[in-house]
């Protein structure tokens, strides 16, 4: 039986990506190997972060007692956790719950990809704004499907640019869902509405982050 580092689970809304303004139970875990500048939950990445050991079978019970069938796993970097596999394994097993993991893009999926009925993938792209853009596994965009996502995080038209090479770089549109979203108080929604029509991107979402509108940004467990 495997041990997980667990810093909250909670039920909320998803406050992004395809599943937004639905319920979800999320399960966060503790660490990450990466530091972006604009990181909210750098609170759950600090080596002093309090955390509480729990199993898989732990955890799972803890989700099914929620009565809720959306489940995403973050961090932090969720997939840095020895043995997620096992606990993802027994969540896919379920076919009552659809699981979303978010993960930052430095970490190898095809880990994860044999997954049998495997959870979706809501992969970032780190871009300029994030300072870890050289960290980005490119070997991930040949693994994605219709069921994942790609998420670009904006903080300037630099970033949007990039952004757009790497959409037609992969053909992402047809390959899965993409997202761009702003990074909070760097850029206005405005400025990725207008860029998103200057170059036609038929295909792509703009993303608010739901939950920094409804609840204050450095609330915790919403």
């Given amino acids: ?6 810093v909250e689970i909670f039920e909320s809304i998803n406050g992004e990506g395809t599943k937004a303004g639905q ?14 500048d604009y990181c909210d939950t750098k609170w759950a990445n600090e080596a002093d972060a309090p955390y509480r050991e729990m199993t898989e079978t732990e955890i799972f019970n803890r989700i099914k007692s929620a009565g809720i069938r959306n489940v995403t796993i973050t961090g932090g970097e969720p997939l840095i956790q020895p ?8 969540i896919a097993g379920d076919k009552s719950l659809y699981c979303e993991i978010e993960t930052n893009g430095s970490v190898n999926l095809e880990l994860f990809a044999d997954i049998p009925d495997r959870p979706s993938f809501t992969m970032d ?36 640019e990039k952004a757009l090479e790497i959409i037609k770089r992969y053909n992402l549109t047809k390959k899965c869902s993409v997202y761009i979203s702003p990074v909070f108080g760097k850029i206005e929604p405005c400025e990725i509405v207008n860029f998103m ?17 409804i609840w204050n940004p450095e609330e915790r467990g919403v």
């Fill in 23 to 36: 319920l979800a139970t999320f399960v966060r875990f503790k660490g990450c190997n990466l530091n972006c």
């Fill in 125 to 160: 792209y780190k871009l300029g704004a994030s300072g870890m853009e050289k960290a980005m596994c490119l070997e991930n965009f040949k693994l994605l499907t219709k069921k994942d996502t790609v998420k670009f995080v904006s903080g300037s038209r630099k970033d949007l």
């Fill in 83 to 90: 043995d997620i596999k096992n606990l993802l394994e027994l």
């Fill in 197 to 213: 029509k200057e170059k036609k991107l038929n295909g792509v979402n703009l993303q608010i982050q739901m939950h920094k509108v």
């Fill in 1 to 6: 039986m495997s041990v997980y580092k667990v």
